[in-house]
């Protein structure tokens, strides 16, 4: 299985999103907090160099807080700073205002001093899924972005004065030509950063039990009760087709569905 997703509409929102970057105080990179170091796109950090950056590790209810409190400190230095966050719970979006004046303070001062209270501005940007639309939505208090539990929902840039002297700008999903590493192509796909419609269910379904029995094998053992191959969980479920076989297809579906909807466990895979 090769995986590899970059539509046009990816290389346009990309080239949009550059075009409106003189504008942008902070760059806010949202990280799957199950995927996060796969979640780092080459195309979005070149897009951000130059820029405060404030990393949110997301959706860590369905993550591994121990590991993300290893990796997220790493995201902290002299003009990016990180968050670790679950955006659908209320009140994640007055943590991320702190952080995003705290990044923006030089322009703040700067513009205190002539006695204007300035506005910031941040981009929000990220892979396919990991959330943005919602993170929008929990600053501004009520759902003026669109969301759904699939990649690709967003689909042009959204400028969104929230008040408070802060402006948002959500973003499409971005991932980046030839993803040459696929070992990260294919934990984009565990978390639904690629469209379902390009990947083979069955194999992908097949290669998550793997890792997940790497790093997570007793989560993996009392949710199917020991077994660890899509037969022996089409049989523990009994998923059988009308001629009595496994339903193998069906058991794959399961997997990727239980993972996505943390039923396994709080999992991280890097
Ligand atoms: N459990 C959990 N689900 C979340 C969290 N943040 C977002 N989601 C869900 O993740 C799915 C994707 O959210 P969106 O906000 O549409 O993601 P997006 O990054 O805007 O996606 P695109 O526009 O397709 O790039 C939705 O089903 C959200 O409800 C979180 O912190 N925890
Ligand atoms: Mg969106």
Redesign the pocket.
């Known amino acids: 299985m090769k995986i590899n997703w970059f539509p046009g509409h990816m290389k346009k929102a990309l080239s949009e999103m550059r075009l409106q970057l003189n504008k942008v105080d902070v760059v806010i990179y949202v990280l799957d907090a199950r995927v996060p170091l796969s979640s780092i796109n080459p195309s979005l950090n070149n897009l951000a160099a130059g820029k405060s950056i404030l990393y949110v590790f997301n959706k860590i209810d369905l993550a591994d807080e121990k590991r993300i409190a290893e990796i997220a400190p790493r995201f902290k230095g002299d003009n990016y700073d990180y968050i670790i966050l679950n955006s659908t719970m209320s009140g994640a979006g007055n943590k991320i205002r702190q952080k995003l004046n705290a990044l923006a303070q030089a322009k703040i001062d700067k513009y205190a001093k002539k006695g204007v209270k300035t506005t910031v501005r941040a981009m929000v940007v990220g892979v396919p899924n990991s959330g943005?639309?919602t993170l929008v939505n929990n600053l501004c208090g009520k759902a003026k972005?669109i969301?759904g539990n699939k990649a690709g929902?967003?689909k042009s840039n959204q400028w969104l004065n929230i008040g408070g002297c802060v402006e948002l700008c959500?973003t499409?999903?971005t991932l980046y030509p030839n993803l040459a590493d696929q070992e990260v192509a294919k934990k984009l796909a565990f978390v639904g950063s690629i469209k379902d419609e390009v990947v083979d269910e069955t194999e992908l379904a097949g290669e998550l039990i793997k890792a997940i029995k790497e790093k997570y094998g007793k989560e993996l053992s009392l949710r199917y009760n020991g077994r660890d191959t899509l037969e022996g969980i089409a049989e523990v479920r009994g998923f059988k087709l009308s001629g009595g076989e496994l339903d193998i297809d069906r058991a794959a579906y399961a997997v990727i569905d239980d993972f996505r909807k943390g039923r396994i466990g709080k999992i991280t895979l890097d």
Do not use: E, H, L, N
């Open positions: 943005k639309s972005a969301t929902v967003t959500d499409p999903g």
